[in-house]
């Protein structure tokens, strides 16, 4: 059946650039959605990832920061391509940009949920599926996609802070847990990347928004699926947070 992947939040933006990645690497490709509107993007990306790579897909309705609905998430994937998942990219995220005084409980529970529990239950049900089958010859990875805003702060951002912040400390410690036990565990920090919603904001705000970076100018998609194309290809490599940002954020 070939290798296999699984990433949530694969949909658009950043994860449709690992998804695709994924399958030109010749990963078999799992996507989930939650929403109607996200499910013709998944289709339509699991249709283009078939035709153009050869490779099997599979698009399962699963809101991730429900514990449930991974679990089906991963049954699923388990059905149709066999008992191992060599591949885990843990990319579902949500934000407020909402000031701490005004923000609702509801609101920043929704970015924890989303952004660091959905991380937590898809690797804890990943994971069998994993270390049973992995050896150092055969190694399978998790991917954790955290953020510049998990290295520093950021106004109007405490939650999505502190969910990302929460991905760095997962990965660092799944990964010393399953070294030299086939499972290798990284995160990709991402800095300002061009996706919808820097599209949608006015040009003479994102000519402001890039001089702030020592590159002087926005990330593109590609160079986060360009990090997981080397994770996935750097069997020394475990623990660490690489962080695409243009000089941004210096760790």
């Known amino acids: 059946m070939g290798?296999?992947?699984?990433?949530t939040g694969g949909s658009r933006g950043i994860g449709e650039a690992m998804a695709l990645k994924l399958g030109e690497l010749g990963y078999n490709v799992v996507i989930n959605y939650r929403s109607d509107s996200s499910k013709v993007l998944s289709d339509n990306l699991a249709a283009k990832i078939n035709k153009d790579y050869g490779v099997e897909?599979?698009?399962?309705?699963?809101?991730v920061s429900k514990y449930e609905d991974c679990e089906n998430l991963v049954k699923s994937t388990?059905?149709?391509?066999?008992?191992?998942i060599d591949v885990l990219v843990n990319n579902a995220g949500v934000t407020n940009n909402c000031n701490w005084i005004d923000i609702k409980r509801e609101q920043y529970e929704n970015v924890i949920n989303t952004n660091l529990m959905s991380f937590l239950h898809m690797t804890h049900l990943v994971l069998p599926y994993m270390i049973n089958h992995s050896s150092k010859d055969s190694q399978c990875c998790i991917v954790n996609t955290s953020s510049v805003g998990g290295l520093t702060g950021v106004i109007n951002q405490a939650d999505y802070c502190a969910?990302?912040?929460?991905i760095i400390g997962l990965t660092r410690a799944l990964a010393l847990e399953f070294a030299g036990r086939g499972v290798r565990v990284n995160a990709i920090a991402p800095g300002m990347i061009m996706t919808d919603m820097l599209r949608g904001v006015n040009q003479d705000e994102l000519k402001a928004l890039a001089s702030t970076i020592p590159e002087g100018f926005i990330g593109d998609v590609s160079d986060i699926a360009g990090?997981?194309?080397?994770?996935?290809?750097?069997?020394?490599?475990?623990?660490?947070?690489?962080?695409?940002n243009g000089g941004f954020v210096l760790q």
């Open 3 to 7: 290798k296999v992947s699984i990433i």
């Open 57 to 63: 897909t599979l698009v399962v309705k699963a809101d």
């Open 78 to 84: 388990v059905e149709k391509f066999g008992d191992k």
């Open 163 to 166: 969910s990302k912040s929460g």
């Open 227 to 244: 990090a997981l194309s080397y994770i996935l290809t750097a069997p020394y490599l475990t623990g660490q947070i690489i962080s695409p």
